[in-house]
């Protein structure tokens, strides 16, 4: 007798289009994806489409409220006091704000990672002496200490993105340690040790692979994290200098215009809050997602609910 | 407990030690301040006795070293620009900060706790939805914009409220509020979180089979046990507070310790950073330690041998 198990693509949809319908449902998470998709967009091709439209000075839209649109269309966010549309310098800021986070982000990662799988897996004097580091950095607000570095050697591309990464690896250090910890006295690792892998062996092939989603997702916070530290930096004018800028210094560069001008100020500085809304929101759906339980919940009342 | 203060006290002061060498030699590494306070066409000698008074002449080691033994007797020495003891000028910007900072972090936890446990009674309910996306807002704004938009509003615009100084209560309002608004949105998350798995524990349906009231249900016996990594944001958030306090302490014209600081970074006024770097340091580190003694008070079953 044989028995023909149905495929399971045909009782259930691919784990993809499982996802995105998820997505679907949650209103806010697929507006945020959208979002998120924009601003990766423009900060990839944004320079190419725009050139220098960025730059270009148009004295006769100095300080152009929004919706001048008689004076071209992407005057529709207005423009600042050198006559810059501010929707096309939107586009092409894109690029450094993301680029400087992720950078940053990405480095952090990297070095607290290392850092944390050497503290703990070896749980020594080595450990010790890695987690006061990490307490020298967090004992001390982040942003002034950046300012020092930043006075100190000159605020450079380079610099900022060492800055901020620094001053974050300390989140990585202690979560990769503490994970750590844990898994090295699970079962698998310990037979992997009695059958005498090596210590860098076990680390990556066995520890790695189970602590990473847990950093990849801190990695995900923290690039809305850093990209506010960020244009917290440029707002007092030591984050990249100009001719190069990020929305934050388009924000501090509006703020000597408030009373006259508010929208110099204001578009850049909400474009920062809706990506970095944007990551949260996303992350925090993909919390729900991957957990089964909570999964169970979003699924079920949809179905509920029609 | 004695003996776990002592450790933490231990660790602080390495880490403390570390800052004070890092934060010595990255402020020497600024630039010679001879050039920031002396004219340009000032001739050699009159230089070389500006550096000699002030021991800028001194190999940096012996320099560090006085000022290690200065530091010993608390003298931070006296800070360039003002020409009064760096002491007496961070203490008196201290307790500004502190209470920028306190104000803040006050506003935020009564907030975030009632809106989080309000949020929890009903997971994936209408009000739950609305506090969750308003929160994850708060914690996405970036502060100094906030802050400008907020002048904008209220200051300029509908002129309820004085757009920068400090004096009156009134003085007060926007900066903390402002402050507030992002550790509010991070704790209210926490405090939904823990409020959520709570509520769903034994002990609740223990409380509520007695018949014990819904609401004293709620804020009695869930949300005390849901304090606990309440408190470890909060803590965490500390210094964050004190990086808000330095933007919003620029914005606002307030005399705190980050106004201060901003401006001894950009006159070279070693004294003053590495006095204000110290002492806010150490502020945070009692801190830290206080935290630690609160888990002990909240949680019974916590003991520190």
Not at chain 1, 50 to 74: C, D, Q, T
Not at chain 2, 144 to 158: G, K
Not at chain 2, 159 to 171: F, M, Y
């Amino acid at each position: 007798m044989t028995v023909t198990a149905p495929s399971p693509s045909t009782l259930e949809a691919s784990p993809l289009r499982q996802s995105l319908g998820l997505l679907w449902r949650d209103k806010f998470a697929f507006v945020s994806a959208l979002f998120l998709l924009f601003v990766i967009g423009a900060a990839l091709f944004g320079p190419y489409l725009v050139g220098s439209g960025g730059n270009k000075i148009n004295l006769m839209a100095r300080n152009a409220p929004p919706l001048s649109i008689h004076l071209g269309w992407h005057y529709f966010l207005g423009a600042d006091s050198l006559g810059r549309s501010i929707f096309l310098r939107l586009i092409v800021g894109a690029r450094n704000t993301v680029m400087l986070a992720a950078s940053a982000v990405f480095c952090s990662l990297v070095v607290g990672s290392v850092l944390g799988f050497i503290a703990g897996y070896r749980n020594d004097w080595t450990s010790g002496m890695i987690m006061r580091m990490a307490d020298i950095l967090m004992s001390f607000p982040s942003l002034l200490l950046a300012l020092i570095v930043l006075y100190v050697l000159d605020p450079g591309v380079t610099n900022v993105i060492l800055v901020l990464a620094v001053t974050r690896v300390p989140i990585f250090l202690r979560t990769a340690r503490a994970e750590v910890l844990e898994v090295r006295e699970r079962t698998f690792v310990v037979a992997a040790r009695v059958m005498g892998a090596s210590p860098w062996r076990i680390l990556w092939r066995h520890i790695r692979p189970t602590v990473m989603p847990t950093l990849v997702t801190i990695a995900t916070l923290e690039f809305a994290l850093v990209m506010l530290s960020e244009s917290s930096l440029s707002f007092l004018g030591l984050g990249i200098q100009a001719p190069e800028f990020t929305w934050g210094a388009m924000v501090a560069q509006g703020q000597s215009y408030l009373g006259t001008a508010w929208w110099v100020a204001f578009w850049p500085g909400l474009a920062i809050t809706l990506t970095a809304m944007s990551l949260n929101l996303l992350a925090n759906w993909v919390r729900i997602v991957s957990d089964p339980v909570q999964r169970w919940r979003l699924e079920t009342r949809t179905h509920t609910n029609g | 407990m004695g003996s776990y203060v002592r450790t933490r006290m231990l660790h602080s002061a390495i880490s403390m030690a570390g800052l004070i060498i890092l934060v010595f030699f990255l402020a020497r590494l600024t630039g010679n301040p001879v050039d920031l306070y002396l004219p340009i066409d000032t001739p050699v000698d009159v230089r070389d006795a500006f550096s000699k008074a002030h021991g800028f002449d001194d190999p940096l080691l012996v320099q560090f070293g006085s000022f290690l033994s200065d530091l010993v007797r608390l003298d931070f020495g006296q800070s360039l620009r003002q020409e009064r003891p760096v002491l007496t000028l961070v203490l008196g910007a201290f307790p500004t900060t502190l209470a920028l900072a306190a104000a803040a972090m006050m506003l935020a936890l009564s907030v975030a706790v009632v809106a989080g446990a309000l949020a929890a009674r009903n997971p994936n309910g209408i009000l739950d939805r609305f506090v969750n996306v308003i929160s994850l807002a708060g914690a996405s704004l970036p502060n100094f914009w906030l802050a400008l938009v907020s002048v904008l509003l209220f200051a300029v615009w509908l002129r309820w409220l004085p757009t920068s100084g400090s004096g009156g209560l009134s003085h007060w309002i926007l900066p903390v509020v402002v402050l507030a608004v992002r550790p509010c949105g991070l704790i209210a998350q926490v405090v939904r979180g823990a409020m959520i798995s709570a509520l769903s524990s034994a002990y609740v349906k223990t409380a509520r089979a007695k018949g014990v009231q819904s609401r004293s249900v709620v804020f009695v016996h869930a949300l005390r046990n849901a304090m606990l990594p309440v408190i470890t944001v909060a803590g965490d958030q500390a210094s964050g507070m004190i990086n808000g306090a330095v933007v919003i302490e620029m914005i606002f014209g307030f005399p705190g310790i980050g106004k201060l600081m901003i401006d001894s970074i950009q006159y070279r006024d070693f004294a003053m950073i590495q006095g204000g770097v110290i002492v806010t340091a150490a502020a945070i580190f009692l801190m830290n330690i206080l935290i630690d003694l609160a888990y002990a008070v909240l949680d019974p079953r916590i003991k520190y041998n």
